[in-house]
Protein backbone atom coordinates (compact mmCIF):
# COMPACT_ATOMS: atom_id res chain seq x y z
CA UNK A 1 0.00 0.00 0.00
CA UNK A 2 1.63 2.81 -0.92
CA UNK A 3 1.57 6.14 2.05
CA UNK A 4 2.87 9.61 2.94
CA UNK A 5 5.17 9.94 5.86
CA UNK A 6 3.12 13.02 7.93
CA UNK A 7 6.26 12.86 10.00
CA UNK A 8 10.15 12.91 9.42
CA UNK A 9 11.97 9.95 10.90
CA UNK A 10 13.14 6.51 10.24
CA UNK A 11 10.60 4.00 9.35
CA UNK A 12 10.30 1.47 8.52
CA UNK A 13 13.55 -0.21 7.71
CA UNK A 14 15.51 1.94 9.26
CA UNK A 15 15.71 4.68 6.12
CA UNK A 16 15.27 8.10 6.35
CA UNK A 17 11.97 10.07 5.40
CA UNK A 18 11.26 13.36 5.38
CA UNK A 19 7.96 15.09 5.24
CA UNK A 20 6.21 14.16 2.05
CA UNK A 21 8.06 10.72 0.73
CA UNK A 22 6.07 8.27 -0.84
CA UNK A 23 7.15 4.48 -0.09
CA UNK A 24 5.08 0.86 -0.01
CA UNK A 25 4.06 0.32 3.40
CA UNK A 26 3.06 -3.49 3.97
CA UNK A 27 2.71 -3.86 8.09
CA UNK A 28 0.03 -4.45 10.01
CA UNK A 29 -3.47 -2.55 9.78
CA UNK A 30 -4.92 -4.60 12.02
CA UNK A 31 -3.65 -5.48 15.61
CA UNK A 32 -4.95 -6.74 18.89
CA UNK A 33 -5.67 -4.46 21.71
CA UNK A 34 -7.90 -5.88 24.74
CA UNK A 35 -8.23 -9.47 23.63
CA UNK A 36 -9.82 -7.67 20.10
CA UNK A 37 -8.93 -6.79 17.22
CA UNK A 38 -9.11 -3.55 15.95
CA UNK A 39 -8.20 -1.61 13.17
CA UNK A 40 -4.56 0.18 13.28
CA UNK A 41 -2.94 2.57 11.19
CA UNK A 42 0.39 4.82 12.36
CA UNK A 43 -0.50 8.33 13.10
CA UNK A 44 3.07 9.06 11.25
CA UNK A 45 1.66 8.34 7.78
CA UNK A 46 -1.63 8.61 5.28
CA UNK A 47 -2.56 5.90 3.00
CA UNK A 48 -2.43 7.20 -0.74
CA UNK A 49 -4.84 3.98 -1.73
CA UNK A 50 -7.96 2.74 -0.57
CA UNK A 51 -7.27 -0.32 2.20
CA UNK A 52 -8.27 -3.54 0.99
CA UNK A 53 -12.02 -4.05 2.49
CA UNK A 54 -11.73 -6.57 5.49
CA UNK A 55 -12.21 -10.50 4.75
CA UNK A 56 -13.91 -11.18 7.85
CA UNK A 57 -16.28 -8.11 7.60
CA UNK A 58 -19.27 -10.65 7.51
CA UNK A 59 -18.04 -12.69 10.68
CA UNK A 60 -21.26 -11.42 12.54
CA UNK A 61 -23.56 -12.82 9.83
CA UNK A 62 -21.59 -16.25 9.95
CA UNK A 63 -21.77 -16.47 13.51
CA UNK A 64 -25.68 -16.54 13.55
CA UNK A 65 -25.72 -19.00 10.29
CA UNK A 66 -23.78 -21.12 12.15
CA UNK A 67 -25.25 -21.14 14.96
CA UNK A 68 -29.23 -21.64 13.09
CA UNK A 69 -27.30 -25.03 11.14
CA UNK A 70 -25.16 -26.49 13.51
CA UNK A 71 -27.15 -25.56 16.60
CA UNK A 72 -24.42 -24.11 18.85
CA UNK A 73 -22.58 -21.00 19.08
CA UNK A 74 -19.32 -20.98 17.85
CA UNK A 75 -15.86 -20.32 20.02
CA UNK A 76 -15.53 -16.83 19.83
CA UNK A 77 -11.75 -17.30 18.30
CA UNK A 78 -12.92 -19.17 15.15
CA UNK A 79 -11.96 -17.24 11.92
CA UNK A 80 -14.74 -16.68 8.98
CA UNK A 81 -13.14 -19.25 7.18
CA UNK A 82 -13.31 -22.36 9.47
CA UNK A 83 -16.85 -20.74 10.17
CA UNK A 84 -17.59 -21.16 6.73
CA UNK A 85 -16.09 -25.17 6.60
CA UNK A 86 -17.83 -25.99 9.17
CA UNK A 87 -21.42 -24.91 8.06
CA UNK A 88 -20.48 -26.81 4.65
CA UNK A 89 -19.67 -29.82 6.71
CA UNK A 90 -22.76 -29.37 8.86
CA UNK A 91 -25.07 -28.45 5.78
CA UNK A 92 -23.37 -31.70 4.03
CA UNK A 93 -23.87 -34.16 6.65
CA UNK A 94 -28.12 -32.80 7.42
CA UNK A 95 -28.37 -33.57 3.59
CA UNK A 96 -27.05 -37.38 3.74
Known amino acids: MKVKALKRGTYPNH ?5 GDVFDYDGPTRITRGGKEVDYFPSWMEPLEAREPDKDEDLAELRQKYELVVGKKPHHMKKAETLRKEIDEAIKAKSE
Open 15 to 19: REREI
